[in-house]
């Protein structure tokens, strides 16, 4: 089993800059490809980005390339979400999944572990 955690969400303004962080354990970390997704309220879960196992492979949805970046650490079993030039359309429960067959990925149903979510709001 693999457990992940999510922090760093908040309330920001418009333009303006968070980092969420997920922390994994239960698994080598290395041996597992992230992804971040969310959720707005009345909407479907969405991808948002992927990084594969070594960290040298990333994607995005065409909404955030540009002002998202993901990342990993897996010295430190943690996968982070950068994310810059915030816009209301952000707004969302974001969560951190991982799949432990396969590389990065951009379909929701490849990732077989889910973190409970960080709740991000981006105010007008």
């Known amino acids: 089993q693999v457990q992940l955690v999510e922090s760093g969400g908040g309330l920001v303004q418009a333009g303006g800059s968070l980092r969420l962080s997920c922390a994994a354990s239960?698994?080598?970390?290395?041996?597992?490809?992230m992804g971040w997704f969310r959720q707005a309220p009345g909407k479907e879960r969405e991808f948002v980005a992927t990084?594969?196992?070594?960290?040298?492979?990333?994607g995005y949805a065409d909404s955030v390339k540009g002002r998202f970046t993901i990342s990993r650490d897996n010295a430190k079993n943690t996968v982070d979400l950068q994310m810059n030039s915030l816009k209301p359309e952000d707004t969302a429960v974001y969560y951190c999944?991982?799949?432990?067959?396969?590389?990065?990925?951009?379909?929701?149903?490849?990732?077989?572990?889910w973190g409970q979510g960080t709740q991000v709001t981006v105010s007008s």
């Open positions: 999944a991982a799949r432990d067959r396969g590389g990065s990925s951009f379909s929701i149903r490849d990732y077989n572990y």
């Open positions: 239960g698994r080598t970390f290395s041996s597992l490809a």
């Open positions: 990084i594969s196992r070594s960290g040298g492979t990333t």
